[in-house]
């Protein structure tokens, strides 16, 4: 599979599809067995509270992943991201009351790297609650 958008047809600026993904406590226990990654903290409300979280929070991994599902889903083909990173600056907090959390996520392009590779930079704004959640949040995609 290649990448589905044309490098010729992007400008910087050019704005993805915005996404939201709802986050709820199944949710986290269900990634939780997927990647290994019991840590209370994503799962029990008395422990994230003894340690000072305001209640159970997302894996920061699980949160990075969604957020780059903006990027894949755009692109259409996950094997043209060629780096992705963050920083975790707030946690996505998961209530227990039948809604959870939602993590909002939009995204443009940045920058026009390299006309050769066809790779573009694109900058991703990823919030839950009104708040950024995560910070510096960049892709560098390989167009057709």
């Known amino acids: 599979m290649t990448a589905a958008i044309a490098y010729a047809d992007v400008e910087v600026g050019t704005e993805l599809p915005a996404q939201t993904f709802p986050v709820t406590r199944d949710t986290l226990v269900r990634y939780a067995g997927a990647s290994g990654d019991f840590n209370p903290i994503h799962w029990n409300e008395r422990f994230a509270t003894e340690v ?8 920061g991994m699980f949160t990075m992943a969604e957020a780059a599902r903006v990027v894949t889903d755009w692109v259409g083909d996950p094997g043209a991201v ?3 990173g963050v920083r975790f600056t707030r946690p996505v907090v998961v ?6 959390a939602h993590v909002e996520v939009s995204g443009k392009v940045a920058a ?3 006309d050769e590779a066809r790779t573009v930079r694109v900058d991703l704004t990823v919030t839950a609650a009104g708040q950024k959640v995560l910070g510096m949040s960049r892709a560098v995609v390989a167009l057709a």
Do not use: M, Q, S
């Open 52 to 59: 000072g979280l305001p209640n159970v929070i997302a894996h």
């Open 82 to 84: 060629r780096e992705y």
């Open 95 to 100: 209530p227990d009351d039948g809604e959870g």
């Open 112 to 114: 026009k790297l390299d």
